[in-house]
């Protein structure tokens, strides 16, 4: 994995981002209509080719993480980050889903958290709605179970040592033993550890009230400005809004329309933001997307608490 | 399409199977098509993947599931499966470090598939009891789009509370409630696929949703069902669209076609609706001499002196690193009885002290030491199709002309070139032979497994 760091943009005074924070990511988000199916590949690597850092996948009925998935092997270097629901879900398949999404995105998964409000989504899982502080409480809370069950493998927790006959060692795992308020999960992660450890978290301005201050502000990993080009893409009134937005990992076309012409429309404006150093440069071969957003690397954090060889431990002791 | 089973007499095995009309072997009600449909079983956490072989290759990395996808589409096969299990095997409570541990989430990799292969069936292995139907529907729904029309669902039960402590619902359900609940379950998905109203209101749940995704282009998903119990089986006859279920035999085969028409029958519908695709290893090289050697190495692989003594304390419920692997089975009785200390799927056993008992004098009749009864049980356990090329194919074209199954779903003891030798030397075989499709019937899975359309 390479391990240089994003170069500081070529003109950094005027930008809005800390000084170590690198040029937001430019992202198109789509919706997954099945009306998109039969152009889907073409719209992503047509949209990768005119200069989008990232796609991002809002529910239109396909499942969201599923097309981020589809997308991955179709595309070589765009960042995937479904944007989907905190709330009305196992954590425990959520997690799943989106470190599987990072294995075989080598590393370019990501997640929009949302918290659905929508009353029709409770509805369909046997659940009752949850209230604005509710929703928000167990936002935060899955958020947290999400990243322990990412962090249950070691990333070297496969050693396949041929001579003691040995795939796994469980002392490189650990259980997530979380006890949140409406659920609680065990662990450790059905998969082995996904080649970020920790997937970038990220929230859209159009989540942040329901997602809740406290997930939004201090647990998510950076917040996506949505700047909404359904009414047309006029560059100075974006470049305007991304100066005065505050430090933001990704810069999220909203509303693009596709009927019209859509690479042309993401490629114009990737080159007039580029040049006026409000987003980051097209994206290089091979680097992780936390990398690309300006997240450290996450290392493996072993708790001793929740090491999952403590039966042999505790055997051993009492022994 | 070729009527192989009407072209010559059934050798001997199969002629003393055969009880109904020449036409109809098995079952008056039931015509055999004489084909066979292959898919390929990447079951991830597993004991039967060599795992410490130079050529093995990585469990979990994207390139293994498309190196093995491609293969076996170049074998044209029908499906490609993934198994599951929703937390991570424990044995003696420390997760399990001897097997395969690990896999990714099905469906997420199988979406990623679609978009690099073109026929073959993609069919995910997901529990009724620890998803929500809704979700799951729009999920399976969603791949099927993806892929255009090629989506399957393993449809698996299981209820215990080791599980259910990963989920929002817990361990809730009761043994024999499992097949009630996946019914229920099933009629949900399937409510949401044809795009209506749905209002359940079951035992553990109500659901209220509506279907808002356009039908693929085989209709629904494909429904696989794995598991033997009699109540599963009657799940598969009034619900699912394949069987896959372990039997190596052909005696075993014949018997479980003849039980499948039956419930088949009784549940109102066409016994052809009900394919079966047994599970299965296969073990070839071109001769039998070579091929009984490579049988031998690939056990030796697959079982080495840990896995032998961590096979039986499975049973026995109790620390056996004393034992010597070379010596005779233990002889101390077994501490559980209810249940097995290795915790994951299709880890149940009723009564260890009785079977503890019989293993051990078996093995003392045989000579066979801890290793030896360990390797010995890890072959006879599987289906599998060991020999020469010829002769394997021979043995299934006498299946196929039997009517006993309609293909196999394929366990590959090496991921990921474990279908090589399948595809280059034994599917031709079945070609020529005119048991196995030269090429795909259609671009669904629905086509690919000869199940009735629209
Ligand atoms: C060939 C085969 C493959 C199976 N694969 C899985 C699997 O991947 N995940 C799982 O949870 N159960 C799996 N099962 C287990 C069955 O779904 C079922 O739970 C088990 O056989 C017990 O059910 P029964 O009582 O009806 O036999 C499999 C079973 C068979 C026969």
């Known amino acids: 994995m390479s391990t240089t760091v994003a170069r500081p943009a070529p003109s950094a005074g005027t930008r809005s981002a800390g000084p170590t924070q690198p040029l937001p990511v430019l992202a198109v988000d789509l919706v997954t209509d099945p009306s998109l199916l039969s152009g889907l590949a073409g719209l992503a690597r047509g949209l990768e080719e005119a200069g989008a850092g990232a796609l991002t996948l809002s529910d239109g009925g396909l499942h969201p993480i599923h097309v981020a998935a589809h997308l991955a092997p179709l595309t070589s270097e765009l960042g995937l980050l479904p944007r989907t629901d905190a709330i009305y879900v196992e954590p425990f398949h959520l997690a799943t889903q989106l470190m599987s999404l990072d294995h075989l995105s080598h590393g370019r998964a990501g997640w929009l958290l949302q918290a659905e409000t929508d009353p029709a989504v409770p509805a369909a899982v046997g659940r009752e709605v949850l209230g604005l502080e509710a929703t928000a409480r167990e936002a935060a809370d899955v958020l947290t179970a999400v990243r322990a069950v990412w962090d249950s493998w070691a990333p070297d927790a496969v050693v396949r040592d041929t001579e003691r006959g040995v795939y796994v060692d469980a002392a490189r795992l650990q259980y997530a033993d979380i006890e949140a308020e409406t659920f609680s999960l065990r662990g450790p992660a059905i998969t082995p550890r996904s080649p970020q450890g920790l997937l970038p978290v990220l929230v859209a301005d159009t989540d942040r009230a329901a997602v809740g201050e406290r997930t939004a502000a201090e647990l998510a990993d950076g917040r996506a400005l949505d700047l909404d080009v359904s009414g047309g893409a006029r560059t100075r009134q974006l470049a305007a809004r991304i100066e005065s937005a505050g430090p933001v990992r990704l810069v999220r076309l909203v509303g693009l329309d596709l009927e019209a012409d859509p690479l042309g429309t993401v490629a114009q404006l990737a080159a007039a933001l580029r040049s006026r150093a409000l987003v980051a440069p097209a994206p290089v071969p091979r680097r992780t997307l936390r990398t690309r957003l300006g997240l450290p690397a996450a290392p493996f954090r072993p708790d001793p608490a929740r090491r999952s060889d403590r039966a042999r431990q505790i055997r051993e002791e009492s022994a | ?454």
């Open chain 2, 1 to 454: 399409m070729t009527t192989a089973h009407t072209q010559a007499p059934l050798s001997p095995e199969a002629a003393a199977l055969a009880t109904g009309p020449a036409a109809h072997p098995l079952h008056p009600a039931h015509a055999p098509t004489g084909q066979l449909a292959f898919g390929v079983f990447f079951q991830g956490v597993n004991s039967s993947t060599i795992w410490r072989l130079p050529a093995s290759g990585d469990q979990v990395a994207w390139e293994s599931f498309e190196a093995l996808a491609r293969t076996a589409e170049r074998g044209r096969f029908a499906a490609f499966f993934l198994g599951e299990g929703l937390r991570l095997r424990e044995h003696r409570g420390v997760p399990f470090e001897l097997d395969v541990a690990g896999r990714p989430d099905a469906q997420t990799l199988l979406a990623a598939l679609a978009g690099v292969t073109e026929r073959i069936g993609l069919v995910a292995t997901q529990n009724t009891t620890f998803n929500d139907p809704v979700d799951l529907a729009r999920r399976l729904q969603t791949l099927d789009l993806l892929s255009g029309g090629r989506a399957g669902w393993n449809v698996v039960t299981t209820d215990n509370a080791w599980t259910g402590e990963n989920f929002r619902r817990g361990g809730y359900l009761d043994h024999a409630d499992r097949y009630v609940h996946a019914e229920a379950f099933v009629r949900v998905a399937e409510q949401f696929w044809r795009g209506e109203q749905i209002a359940h209101d079951g035992a553990h749940y109500a659901v209220r949703a509506h279907g808002d995704l356009p039908a693929s282009a085989q209709g629904r998903p494909v429904l696989f069902q794995a598991g033997a119990s009699p109540a599963g089986q009657d799940f598969a006859a009034r619900t699912a669209d394949v069987v896959f279920s372990p039997h190596g035999t052909l005696e075993a085969a014949v018997d479980f076609r003849r039980g499948i028409v039956e419930r088949t029958l009784a549940a109102g519908r066409d016994p052809g609706s009900v394919k079966i695709l047994p599970g299965a290893e296969i073990i070839l090289a071109a001769t039998e001499a070579e091929a009984a050697e490579k049988v031998r190495w690939v056990r030796d692989q697959q079982i080495g002196p840990e896995q032998a003594l961590a096979l039986l304390e499975q049973y026995w419920g109790r620390d056996l690193s004393a034992f010597d692997p070379d010596g005779p089975l233990p002889d101390v009785p077994p501490e559980v009885v209810e249940s097995g200390v290795t915790r994951g799927a299709g880890f149940q056993f009723a009564d260890a002290e009785q079977l503890t008992r019989t293993w051990r004098e078996e093995a003392a009749e045989k000579g066979q030491s801890i290793l030896e009864f360990a390797r010995a049980r890890a072959g006879a356990r599987r289906g599998t199709f060991t020999g020469s090329y010829d002769t394997v194919a021979d043995r299934l074209v006498e299946f196929a002309r039997l009517g006993a199954i309609d293909g196999l779903n394929i366990t590959p003891w090496l991921i990921p070139s474990g279908l090589d030798d399948i595809v280059d030397e034994l599917v031709p075989r079945l070609q020529e032979r005119g048991v196995y499709p030269a090429e795909y019937a259609g671009s669904t899975l629905r086509e690919n497994l000869g199940l009735p359309v629209g």
